[in-house]
Nanobody
Framework: QVHLVESGGGLVQAGDSLRLSCAAS????????MAWFRQTPGNEREFVAV????????EYGFFVSGRFTISRDNAKNTLYLQMNTLKPEDTALYYCAATDYYTMSSERNAYRFWGQGTQVTVSS
């Protein structure tokens, strides 16, 4: 089985930056794509970004507008999300997710493995 643990969230001011990390353990050889989603209370989980196994292919949600960068270090079994120019609208619980096949999907149901989330709060 694959276990994912997010970290790096916190309370920041508008315009600040954060880097989120997601550490994978267990049967990491099963992992193909890795992605970030986010969710606020009462809303559906929203796609943020996805990256292929090699890191050569990335996709971002429509709201990102160049502010976020997804990356991964397979030697460390770690996924990252660099978030710049943060806005209050970015406030959410950010989840790490992974597939066991290549898909590059923005859909929640494509991802088999999930972390429990790290909270990002952006004040104005």
């Amino acid at each position: 089985q694959v276990h994912l643990v997010e970290s790096g969230g916190g309370l920041v001011q508008a315009g600040d930056s954060l880097r989120l990390s997601c550490a994978a353990s267990g049967r990491t050889q099963s992992i193909h794509d890795m992605a970030w989603f986010r969710q606020t209370p009462g809303n559906e989980r929203e796609f943020v970004a996805v990256i292929s196994w090699s890191g050569s292919h990335t996709e971002y949600g429509f709201f990102v507008s160049g502010r976020f960068t997804i990356s991964r270090d397979n030697a460390k079994n770690t996924l990252y999300l660099q978030m710049n120019t943060l806005k209050p609208e970015d406030t959410a619980l950010y989840y790490c997710a992974a597939t066991d096949y290549y898909t590059m999907s923005s859909e929640r149901n494509a991802y088999r493995f999930w972390g429990q989330g790290t909270q990002v709060t952006v004040s104005s």
